[in-house]
């Protein structure tokens, strides 16, 4: 089963419950993606590099499952009569910009400011993107819960940080970190708009042969490939499996939007990246242990997406009929 929304042509939604509750898991598998992308750039000297690893492990999988995957195949084919605006295909560059901001940004503001500011930005750029129906789900109206919810997810995510040491407070980095955050969620957006015309497999081959080459372009220019032949690479299997959480990560996200919109996706996501982020404190070795502003932080998260999602279905159809002509 099938509609017509903003020009695109879209596969039935999830639905909301399945949708969040894929989101909060691929919250989590961020935080695992992380961990292991920040471990092997300390070990290799250079998180530039460390990205490049993830974003070509990635495409070589998503690659060798175009080989054996007609469904992949058919769904790129089906792009060609998708008629989507050329813009709607940049949305992997989203990815390459968060990248590159924060190896710029956390070691001038730390880790604690770089995340407040940035889910700021991601969900500002929600509210934005879901008012202006860039998303496949439609215009969803700006209205108190949903700002309300954005709101909540920025003081839980603020609330998680306590006790983290913070950097300078540079209005420009400050400045960096929301507009990556933005750019998230416009990357969210887009990659849906390409899922629902397609297929997830489409629009995730299509995020990573953008943002691949976007990240070793900028990789090249800090000069992440200088005596890249004397770099010891690490043996151990986890620290490689970035790329792979990566395409889980996007899947996911083109379905959560699809379903709720990019604001109520994001937050779940971000629940699930605190909840994923206390479990390696407190399973691996040498972690933080079990932390409570942290286990504060995710669950009143998981507060924001409810009250985000206090809009009646029937508000939410009557935007979505509103969204017709966009991207046609």
């Given at each position: 089963?099938s509609?017509v929304?903003g020009g695109?042509?879209?596969?039935?939604a999830?639905?909301a419950?399945?949708?969040l509750?894929l989101?909060?898991?691929?919250?989590?598998?961020?935080?695992?993606?992380?961990?292991?992308?920040?471990?092997?750039?300390?070990?290799?000297?250079s998180a530039?590099?460390a990205g490049?690893?993830?974003?070509?492990?990635?495409?070589?999988?998503?690659?060798?499952?175009?080989?054996?995957?007609?469904?992949?195949?058919a769904?790129?084919?089906?792009?060609?009569?998708?008629?989507?605006?050329?813009?709607?295909y940049?949305?992997?560059?989203?990815?390459?910009?968060?990248v590159?901001?924060?190896?710029?940004?956390?070691?001038?503001?730390?880790?604690?400011?770089?995340?407040?500011?940035?889910?700021?930005?991601?969900?500002?750029?929600?509210?934005a993107?879901?008012?202006?129906?860039?998303?496949?789900?439609?215009r969803l109206?700006?209205?108190?819960?949903?700002?309300?919810?954005?709101?909540?997810g920025?003081?839980?995510?603020?609330?998680?940080?306590v006790g983290?040491?913070?950097g300078?407070?540079?209005?420009?980095?400050?400045?960096?970190?929301?507009?990556?955050g933005?750019?998230?969620?416009?990357?969210a957006?887009?990659?849906g708009?390409?899922?629902?015309?397609?297929?997830?497999?489409?629009g995730?081959?299509?995020n990573?042969?953008?943002?691949?080459p976007?990240?070793?372009?900028?990789?090249?220019?800090?000069?992440?490939f200088?005596?890249l032949?004397?770099?010891?690479?690490?043996?151990?299997?986890?620290?490689?499996?970035?790329?792979?959480?990566?395409?889980?990560?996007?899947?996911?996200?083109?379905?959560?939007?699809?379903?709720?919109?990019?604001?109520?996706?994001?937050?779940a996501?971000?629940?699930?990246?605190?909840?994923?982020?206390?479990?390696?404190?407190?399973?691996?070795?040498?972690?933080?242990?079990?932390?409570?502003?942290?286990?504060?932080?995710?669950?009143?998260t998981?507060?924001?997406?409810?009250?985000?999602?206090?809009v009646?279905?029937?508000?939410?159809?009557?935007?979505?009929?509103t969204?017709?002509?966009?991207g046609?």
């Amino acid at each position: 089963m099938s509609a017509v929304n903003g020009g695109v042509r879209m596969r039935q939604a999830l639905p909301a419950w399945l949708a969040l509750a894929l989101a909060v898991l691929a919250g989590v598998a961020s935080a695992a993606q992380s961990a292991a992308n920040a471990e092997l750039g300390e070990r290799v000297g250079s998180a530039a590099l460390a990205g490049v690893v993830n974003n070509v492990g990635g495409m070589a999988v998503l690659l060798a499952g175009l080989l054996v995957m007609p469904s992949m195949r058919a769904g790129l084919a089906a792009l060609r009569g998708a008629r989507l605006p050329w813009w709607v295909y940049l949305g992997g560059l989203g990815g390459a910009v968060i990248v590159l901001v924060g190896a710029y940004v956390v070691p001038v503001l730390g880790v604690a400011v770089f995340t407040i500011a940035q889910v700021t930005g991601n969900n500002v750029g929600g509210l934005a993107v879901d008012r202006a129906g860039l998303s496949p789900v439609g215009r969803l109206a700006l209205n108190v819960p949903r700002v309300g919810g954005a709101l909540l997810g920025v003081l839980a995510v603020a609330l998680a940080q306590v006790g983290r040491p913070v950097g300078d407070i540079a209005v420009g980095a400050v400045l960096l970190s929301i507009g990556g955050g933005v750019a998230v969620a416009l990357q969210a957006a887009l990659n849906g708009r390409v899922a629902a015309a397609a297929g997830a497999g489409a629009g995730t081959v299509i995020n990573f042969a953008v943002s691949t080459p976007a990240v070793v372009a900028v990789a090249a220019a800090v000069g992440a490939f200088r005596g890249l032949s004397s770099v010891a690479w690490p043996t151990d299997w986890y620290l490689y499996v970035g790329g792979l959480l990566g395409i889980g990560i996007v899947v996911v996200l083109q379905f959560g939007v699809r379903s709720v919109g990019v604001l109520r996706t994001g937050l779940a996501v971000v629940a699930g990246q605190l909840g994923g982020a206390l479990l390696l404190d407190t399973l691996l070795p040498g972690g933080a242990g079990m932390g409570l502003p942290v286990l504060a932080g995710a669950l009143l998260t998981l507060v924001a997406v409810l009250v985000s999602g206090r809009v009646g279905r029937t508000a939410l159809e009557s935007e979505s009929a509103t969204s017709g002509t966009l991207g046609r």
